[in-house]
């Protein structure tokens, strides 16, 4: 019975019976229509308000019932296709860490070649790092600082 509401300065409804309200929910979230309108709004500190003049002015395609039914179907096959193939990159994306993370442990305990008699393993070479670094003065900074006789004391 009302044409038309404001609800707040912030919300637009759209209300039609031409169209579906799955087939204009996702026309009016797709980015070419959010830019459009995005361009013919006004920001105000970084936040974007659609005018009822804007929302007005939006052409929306529109095509038989029979049509919209058919659109309707193959976006939602195309988005569970696409639903799918999100989820299949993000076990294959969690695949390929655990691998990383395994051949990583492998290298680090020298299991990914084969270990040549004459070579120390890398365990042996390790602990003789840390033996000569346990033996040896401290070198750096704080070496340095003490190395030459205070004489302004």
Request: proline share 4%; with cysteine.
């Amino acid at each position: 019975t009302y044409p038309e509401w404001n609800i707040n300065q912030a919300i637009a409804i759209f209300r039609t019976t031409a169209i579906t309200p799955k087939l204009l929910a996702k026309y009016l979230a797709h980015e070419t229509t959010v830019r459009s309108m995005m361009r013919k709004s006004k920001a105000t500190a970084g936040q974007f308000n659609l005018t009822l003049e804007i929302c007005r002015e939006t052409l929306i395609p529109l095509c038989g019932k029979l049509e919209q039914q058919q659109i309707e179907l193959l976006l939602e096959s195309k988005l569970s296709e696409a639903d799918q193939l999100d989820q299949t990159l993000a076990t294959a994306l969690q695949q390929a860490e655990a691998l990383r993370q395994s051949i990583l442990k492998k290298a680090f305990h020298g299991q990914l070649v084969k270990q040549a008699k004459n070579e120390e393993p890398a365990t042996a070479l390790l602990e003789r790092i840390r033996a000569s670094r346990g033996a040896s003065p401290a070198k750096g900074r704080q070496a340095k600082m003490f190395s030459k006789p205070l004489t302004n004391c």
